[in-house]
T-cell receptor, first 119, second 112 residues
């Protein structure tokens, strides 16, 4: 149980185009999902916290108009990179925190990540 | 906000060697503490966790004890295997934002 999927697993796009990445919790509901960015051989940087039915909370330095987040249901959050540029190329990872279940206290389940390459 | 310091890698060990990966943190209050592992080409997986002081988390032969007095959560394994080769991340849970703060990650390479 507690599986999180991401789609697509990798995407290549031209500079100036927009790319949407989906994050789904497959067998549990998640009121809160998180979006991270991971640079090669580096740690995960939290970009934003996605809350179902409300606006996302962005970390300092993350452009909310560039990285649009929508959390329309308890099992789906999307990250749209708008007008992508080569510097947006990275590995984007989402995670989901179960809405219920004491055994999951504080725990997040991670998706496999999406590698974005902007040409 | 919270911060985490992990020992830098890569850590290279021979099979059956003893492993310690140090982790210290700064946080407001007493956060829950997690170790996540990222195997090559895969997503992060929870390895173990501890939710209060003196708790010991354990899984797959790995252990870590929540030390409030030293704000540490060092990861140990008595006998590593080649299959343990991965990147290990220490992460306290920010009690305010309910978000994880990740350390820089420590790459472990186990040689046969």
């Amino acid at each position: 149980g507690a599986v999180v999927s991401q789609h697509p697993s990798w995407v290549i796009c031209k500079s100036g185009t927009s790319v949407k990445i989906e994050c789904r919790s497959l067998d549990f509901q998640a009121t809160t999902m998180f979006w991270y960015r991971q640079f090669p051989k580096q740690s995960l940087m939290l970009m934003a916290t996605s809350n179902e039915g409300s606006k996302a909370t962005y970390e300092q330095g993350v452009e909310k108009d560039k990285f649009l987040i929508n959390h329309a249901s308890l099992t789906l959050s999307t990250l749209t990179v708008t007008s992508a540029h080569p510097e947006d190329s990275s590995f984007y990872i989402c995670s989901a925190r179960p809405s219920s279940g004491l055994q999951y206290f504080g725990e997040q389940f991670f998706g496999p990540g999406t590698r974005l390459t902007v040409l | 906000g919270d911060s985490v310091t992990q020992m830098e890698g890569p850590v290279t060990l021979s099979e059956e060697a003893f492993l310690t990966i140090n982790c210290t943190y700064t946080a407001t209050g007493y956060p829950s503490l997690f170790w996540y592992v990222q195997y090559p080409g895969e997503g992060l997986q929870l390895l173990l966790k501890a939710t209060k002081a003196d708790d010991k988390g354990s899984n797959k032969g790995f252990e870590a004890t929540y030390r409030k007095e030293t704000t540490s959560f060092h990861l140990e394994k008595g006998s590593v295997q080649v299959s343990d080769s991965a990147v290990y991340f220490c992460a306290p849970l920010d009690t305010g934002r309910r978000a994880l703060t990740f350390g820089s990650g420590t790459r472990l390479q186990v040689q046969p």
